[in-house]
C-alpha cells in the first residue's frame, strides 16, 4: 500500500466515525465492504 492511498484510507475511516458518531466496528466493516465493492 502506498502512503497516498494509506493516508485516503484514514480519511474515509475518520470521516465515517465523525458522520455517523457512535458506530460498532461491525457497522464500519460493513460500509468498509461496500465501499471496496463500490470501488472495484
Known sequence: MTIPGLFKEYIWLIETINR?????FA????????KEESEN
Do not use: F
Not at 455517523?20 to 460498532?24: A, E
Not at 457497522?27 to 461496500?34: A, I, P, Q, S
Open 27 to 34: 457497522e464500519l466493516n460493513e460500509l468498509w465492504k461496500r
Open 20 to 24: 455517523y458518531g457512535r458506530i460498532t
